[in-house]
């Protein structure tokens, strides 16, 4: 389920910026996407991480 819903934050961001192409900075839009992007994915990494460390040792993982 985690991985689903940062797959449909992506692409709700890239849905956005894809409508608003006319009022975007491309001098920073590539940039911010990059930094976004990478949010998204450590996020994802660090609630994968716990779900495992959870299962290793039995216990229910905590979502943030």
């Known amino acids: 389920m985690v991985v689903e819903e940062s ?16 009022d975007l900075n491309y001098e920073k839009l590539l940039q911010d996407v990059v930094t976004i992007a ?10 994968m991480l716990r ?7 039995g216990t229910k993982p905590r979502v943030h």
């Open 38 to 47: 990478d949010e998204v994915d450590a996020q994802l990494k660090q609630q």
């Open 51 to 57: 779900y495992i460390a959870a299962n290793a040792v």
């Open 7 to 22: 797959r449909l934050l992506q692409a709700c961001l890239f849905s956005t910026l894809h409508k608003n192409t006319t």
